[in-house]
């Protein structure tokens, strides 16, 4: 076959411990496109920034038409030909569809003046060329236009500055099914002109329709580079995961313990009269698109939020509305989903950071002891298999996984009746994923504990949960047992109310 | 899977930590203060070290102490309290008053420190509740306590009588002038609270980061509140140790720029402007060096205008030395 566009040979990085990328080699030809699919993490994202020249690999080469290139801006790759249409459009709201097209190559009269009649003829030709004429206007301004205009605005971007090799990050996460085949439409056209196209999506079926090849990356490696034609979706899927999901999700009984957390009608200023009840031993999951208020409703009942009416009991006593420290004193924990803004003290100590809520364990009289804290803290650490130098070492120095177990050993501090993990597992590499998947079993087998699990990973949710609870819209929109719950059942249900299945499942993204 | 790449790189980062622990900040400041009494003791070393100028330098930076401790606390809870020079000039005049008319030592000391505490259950009140920033709530302030000094006592100096009163602020014990004692006192009261106390150690979890502080079951206004009450009451102790040494409360004092030597001093010692981070060591180091610096620059005859000058390149120094080491670190 012919020399192709770009190739990768043994493209790595890696931040510090992390390895986000090791040893990549791809073929991205002209007329072709190419599937990138992965988890959340897997490394699509790193590898689009490498080759958008946003970071330097940490080793390994890029090659466009056979030349080894070296890009150490965005500029450089765009000046190459290579061009990356983000999930969010990089456009400017202020300016006209004409500008935001031309934006870096606009036309000039004289040395400081916009030639503004051969913008607006290039313009309207390239909106004809797109089958947007009638629907955008070059003396528009952008910030009245929605997602799939802005989108197409930015393809148009990339053709008119000479692309030759245009990677779509996502691009139907918030696109109605109607604008979705007109992307499809356009997607096909570039290809016949001779475009390369690199295709990211969770949507399989989108990939089959597209694809001339799938790449599947796991972990930050190629796990396989197979011809798209013939694949089929659950072949895709297993590549993405890497072992069938019952090995990490072992099968277990559903609990059938007290009822230790009640939540009734409860409505704050972000959720609305949200009721549902947490047994010991048990694991709920929280389902849902990004924005639908999972967050919120862990922040209601911790009492981060106040609660406007009503009512949070443990074990029957009823909770104080907008306390932290009553919800901690009646054995709950929470652990946000931010860990760097909400949940750790980026300038103190591991072991400062593991004894933040159990004051009164590790003092004596009110002041700070430290054999105490070592005493408390040590345990459990090791037995979360945190790995740390010491437990003195700045909290900044660990990898997210173990930065994840320091929050999870600071909760298991406390007497903990009810534990709240919002997405436990963003940003983990597999290793720790699973250990924090086996940390859950135990809490709640063995500890009786009662676990509420926010997650938008769909295997995650499903593979953990005893019961799930969909929400969208700040309410608790269904209710799954094990056995009903199904990838399908959980997203009907999470798309807000009004709007297709197809439709709404765009949404997903678009709230990030 | 990153044991064997994290290894060897932690254990060069548990040295650097050690050094760190003796306390690499503190050492650099220790080297600049070296350096100036280096500095004056060459261009006037048989002023600079004698008994007399040592303990002038002492009697100084008491009271600079005593506010440059409680600052410390405020910055490091995430806060600035730019009204303590008021403070102490609004005490000054509280204690002279109360003292003239009861003519007991003790009743002027305790009206020092009540107004003291309310001054800052003001600011903290208006920070924490009011949601006002903190530098815009103490600059206002600063003018209201100013300006109810000057209305208490007339615009005129109040003159103290009282011997046992004034002996705080003249007297001796082994040696040392009281307010120096007062000053270990308080460095000790506060190095135990900020450092050693559960408490203290919550407000460095504040002026970290308020959202994970309040996740962790703080009640953060309270101990906003509170530090401000703390900061009013130390400034308070200042005024009254103004009191005693000038043997009047007037309604200027502490407004020459005590409240910027304060901050400065903070700073130097290693705050961070966002908080979460000071020591009421490097604070003392701080002010060591800011009371070296006043004294010898008067004995080296730099002109006052001058002076000014000086102490506020050190401010932006120090503030900017601060943001340089955290953006570093």
Same mark, same amino acid.
Not at chain 1, 21 to 29: A, E, G, M, Q, R
Not at chain 1, 57 to 84: C, L, N, W
Not at chain 2, 275 to 304: E, H, K
């Given at each position: 076959m012919s020399t192709p566009f770009l190739r990768t040979e043994a493209l790595t990085k890696h931040f510090g411990?992390? %390895?986000?990328? =090791?040893?990549?080699?791809?073929?991205?030809?002209?007329?072709?496109?190419?599937?990138?699919?992965?988890?959340?993490?897997?490394?699509?994202?790193?590898?689009? %920034?490498?080759?958008?020249?946003? &970071?330097?690999? =940490?080793?390994?080469?890029?090659?466009?038409?056979?030349?080894e290139m070296r890009f150490s801006q965005p500029k450089e790759a765009h000046a190459a030909g290579i061009r990356v249409i983000h999930q969010e459009p990089e456009i400017v709201p202020d300016l006209t569809v004409a500008e935001n097209i031309f934006a870096g190559a606009l036309p000039r009269r004289g040395r400081y003046f916009l030639d503004w009649s051969t913008l607006l003829t290039e313009t309207t030709r390239l909106l004809k060329t797109f089958g947007m004429a009638s629907e955008l206007h070059p003396r528009q301004l952008c910030s009245g236009l929605g997602p799939a205009q802005r989108q197409m605005i930015e393809i148009m971007?990339?053709?008119?500055?000479?692309?030759?090799?245009?990677?779509?990050?996502?691009?139907?996460?918030?696109? =109605?099914?109607?604008?979705?085949?007109?992307?499809f439409k356009i997607i096909r056209r570039l290809k016949a002109d001779g475009v390369g196209i690199i295709y990211i999506s969770h949507r399989l079926p989108e990939i089959i329709a597209l694809a001339d090849r799938v790449v599947v990356l796991r972990d930050g490696t190629l796990v396989d580079d197979l011809p798209a034609e013939g694949v089929t979706e659950q072949q895709i899927t297993r590549m993405m995961v890497g072992r069938p999901l019952s090995e990490m999700f072992p099968h277990r009984d559903p609990a059938t313990g007290d009822v230790v957390l009640k939540v009734q009608g409860m409505t704050t200023e972000h959720v609305h009269?949200?009721? &549902?009840?947490?047994?010991?031993?048990?694991?709920?999951?929280?389902?849902?698109?990004?924005?639908?208020?999972?967050?919120?409703?862990?922040?209601?009942?911790?009492? &981060?939020?106040?609660? =406007?009416?009503?009512?949070?009991l443990i074990d029957g006593i009823e909770l104080p509305s907008g306390s932290t420290a009553g919800a901690i004193a009646a054995g709950i924990g929470f652990a946000p989903e931010d860990r760097k803004d909400e949940a750790l003290l980026l300038l103190q100590t591991i072991l400062e950071n593991a004894v933040l809520c159990v004051p009164q364990k590790v003092s004596n009289g009110g002041f700070f002891s430290r054999s105490k804290a070592l005493n408390l803290i040590s345990g459990i650490s090791s037995q979360m298999r945190l790995k740390a130098a010491s437990l003195d070492a700045p909290i900044t120095s660990l990898s997210g996984g173990n930065q994840q177990k320091v929050v999870l050993t600071r909760w298991l501090a406390c007497d903990l009746k009810v534990l709240i993990l919002d997405e436990p597992t963003r940003g983990i590499d597999v290793g720790a994923k699973s250990e924090i998947y086996d940390l859950i079993r135990k809490l709640t087998d063995e500890q009786g504990l009662g676990v509420i699990v926010i997650s938008s990973e769909m295997p995650e949710l499903l593979g953990l949960s005893d019961?799930?609870?969909?929400?969208?819209?700040g309410r608790v929109r269904a209710h799954f047992d094990r056995s009903e719950a199904t990838e399908e059942a959980v997203m009907q249900a999470a798309i807000p109310h009004g709007q297709s299945f197809d439709g709404a499942l765009k949404h997903e993204g678009a709230g990030a | 899977?990153?044991?064997?790449?994290?290894?060897?790189?932690?254990?060069?980062?548990?040295?650097?930590? +050690?050094?760190?622990?003796?306390?690499?900040?503190?050492?650099?400041?220790?080297?600049?203060?070296?350096?100036?009494?280096?500095?004056?003791? +060459?261009?006037?070393?048989?002023?600079?070290?004698? +008994?007399?100028?040592?303990?002038?330098?002492?009697?100084?930076?008491?009271?600079?102490?005593?506010?440059?401790?409680s600052q410390t606390g405020v910055i490091v809870s995430g806060?600035?309290?730019?009204?303590?020079?008021?403070?102490?000039?609004?005490?000054?005049?509280? +204690?002279?008053m109360t003292i003239q008319s009861t003519e007991a030592a003790g009743m002027g000391i305790l009206a020092g420190v009540i107004i003291g505490a309310l001054a800052g259950l003001m600011n903290g009140i208006l920070v924490t509740y009011g949601r006002i920033n903190a530098v815009i709530v103490t600059l206002g302030t600063m003018a209201i306590f100013r300006g109810i000094a000057f209305i208490l006592s007339d615009g005129q100096s109040i003159s103290i009588f009282n011997d046992s009163f004034r002996w705080i602020g003249t007297g001796r014990i082994i040696g040392l002038p009281v307010p120096l004692w007062i000053l270990v006192a308080v460095a000790i009261g506060f190095y135990i609270f900020m450092h050693k106390s559960i408490v203290g150690r919550n407000y460095y979890a504040i002026g970290g980061n308020p959202i994970v502080a309040r996740l962790s079951g703080l009640n953060i206004p309270r101990y906003r509140v509170a530090i401000y009450v703390v900061s009013g009451v130390m400034a308070g102790v200042g005024g009254i140790l103004l009191a005693a040494r000038t043997?009047?409360?007037q309604p200027i004092s502490g407004s020459d720029g005590l409240e910027l030597e304060a901050i400065t001093a903070a700073f130097l010692g290693g705050c961070a402007m966002q908080g979460g981070r000071g020591t009421v060591i490097g604070a003392l180091l701080g002010v060591a060096i800011i009371g070296v610096l006043n004294n010898g620059m008067i004995l080296t005859a730099v002109p006052t205008f001058y002076q000014m000058l000086a102490k506020g390149t050190l401010l932006i120094l120090a503030v900017f030395l601060a943001e340089y080491r955290l953006n570093k670190s």
């Amino acid at each position: 076959m012919s020399t192709p566009f770009l190739r990768t040979e043994a493209l790595t990085k890696h931040f510090g411990p992390v %390895r986000a990328l =090791t040893d990549i080699s791809i073929d991205v030809h002209a007329g072709q496109v190419l599937a990138l699919v992965g988890e959340n993490g897997a490394g699509k994202s790193t590898l689009m %920034r490498l080759l958008e020249g946003v &970071f330097a690999p =940490t080793r390994g080469r890029i090659y466009i038409d056979g030349q080894e290139m070296r890009f150490s801006q965005p500029k450089e790759a765009h000046a190459a030909g290579i061009r990356v249409i983000h999930q969010e459009p990089e456009i400017v709201p202020d300016l006209t569809v004409a500008e935001n097209i031309f934006a870096g190559a606009l036309p000039r009269r004289g040395r400081y003046f916009l030639d503004w009649s051969t913008l607006l003829t290039e313009t309207t030709r390239l909106l004809k060329t797109f089958g947007m004429a009638s629907e955008l206007h070059p003396r528009q301004l952008c910030s009245g236009l929605g997602p799939a205009q802005r989108q197409m605005i930015e393809i148009m971007r990339a053709v008119q500055a000479g692309g030759r090799m245009i990677a779509f990050d996502e691009p139907t996460s918030s696109l =109605t099914e109607e604008e979705t085949r007109r992307l499809f439409k356009i997607i096909r056209r570039l290809k016949a002109d001779g475009v390369g196209i690199i295709y990211i999506s969770h949507r399989l079926p989108e990939i089959i329709a597209l694809a001339d090849r799938v790449v599947v990356l796991r972990d930050g490696t190629l796990v396989d580079d197979l011809p798209a034609e013939g694949v089929t979706e659950q072949q895709i899927t297993r590549m993405m995961v890497g072992r069938p999901l019952s090995e990490m999700f072992p099968h277990r009984d559903p609990a059938t313990g007290d009822v230790v957390l009640k939540v009734q009608g409860m409505t704050t200023e972000h959720v609305h009269d949200v009721s &549902f009840e947490l047994r010991r031993g048990e694991v709920l999951g929280i389902g849902g698109l990004i924005g639908a208020g999972r967050s919120e409703l862990a922040k209601g009942i911790f009492g &981060f939020h106040r609660r =406007t009416s009503g009512t949070v009991l443990i074990d029957g006593i009823e909770l104080p509305s907008g306390s932290t420290a009553g919800a901690i004193a009646a054995g709950i924990g929470f652990a946000p989903e931010d860990r760097k803004d909400e949940a750790l003290l980026l300038l103190q100590t591991i072991l400062e950071n593991a004894v933040l809520c159990v004051p009164q364990k590790v003092s004596n009289g009110g002041f700070f002891s430290r054999s105490k804290a070592l005493n408390l803290i040590s345990g459990i650490s090791s037995q979360m298999r945190l790995k740390a130098a010491s437990l003195d070492a700045p909290i900044t120095s660990l990898s997210g996984g173990n930065q994840q177990k320091v929050v999870l050993t600071r909760w298991l501090a406390c007497d903990l009746k009810v534990l709240i993990l919002d997405e436990p597992t963003r940003g983990i590499d597999v290793g720790a994923k699973s250990e924090i998947y086996d940390l859950i079993r135990k809490l709640t087998d063995e500890q009786g504990l009662g676990v509420i699990v926010i997650s938008s990973e769909m295997p995650e949710l499903l593979g953990l949960s005893d019961r799930v609870l969909v929400m969208s819209d700040g309410r608790v929109r269904a209710h799954f047992d094990r056995s009903e719950a199904t990838e399908e059942a959980v997203m009907q249900a999470a798309i807000p109310h009004g709007q297709s299945f197809d439709g709404a499942l765009k949404h997903e993204g678009a709230g990030a | 899977m990153t044991a064997q790449t994290a290894t060897p790189e932690k254990a060069g980062f548990s040295m650097h930590r +050690t050094i760190e622990r003796i306390g690499i900040h503190n050492l650099s400041l220790l080297v600049a203060l070296v350096g100036l009494l280096v500095i004056f003791g +060459t261009l006037r070393g048989d002023v600079f070290f004698s +008994t007399r100028n040592l303990l002038n330098i002492g009697m100084g930076v008491a009271i600079l102490g005593v506010l440059a401790i409680s600052q410390t606390g405020v910055i490091v809870s995430g806060g600035l309290d730019i009204s303590v020079g008021s403070i102490v000039g609004l005490t000054t005049v509280a +204690t002279a008053m109360t003292i003239q008319s009861t003519e007991a030592a003790g009743m002027g000391i305790l009206a020092g420190v009540i107004i003291g505490a309310l001054a800052g259950l003001m600011n903290g009140i208006l920070v924490t509740y009011g949601r006002i920033n903190a530098v815009i709530v103490t600059l206002g302030t600063m003018a209201i306590f100013r300006g109810i000094a000057f209305i208490l006592s007339d615009g005129q100096s109040i003159s103290i009588f009282n011997d046992s009163f004034r002996w705080i602020g003249t007297g001796r014990i082994i040696g040392l002038p009281v307010p120096l004692w007062i000053l270990v006192a308080v460095a000790i009261g506060f190095y135990i609270f900020m450092h050693k106390s559960i408490v203290g150690r919550n407000y460095y979890a504040i002026g970290g980061n308020p959202i994970v502080a309040r996740l962790s079951g703080l009640n953060i206004p309270r101990y906003r509140v509170a530090i401000y009450v703390v900061s009013g009451v130390m400034a308070g102790v200042g005024g009254i140790l103004l009191a005693a040494r000038t043997g009047s409360g007037q309604p200027i004092s502490g407004s020459d720029g005590l409240e910027l030597e304060a901050i400065t001093a903070a700073f130097l010692g290693g705050c961070a402007m966002q908080g979460g981070r000071g020591t009421v060591i490097g604070a003392l180091l701080g002010v060591a060096i800011i009371g070296v610096l006043n004294n010898g620059m008067i004995l080296t005859a730099v002109p006052t205008f001058y002076q000014m000058l000086a102490k506020g390149t050190l401010l932006i120094l120090a503030v900017f030395l601060a943001e340089y080491r955290l953006n570093k670190s």
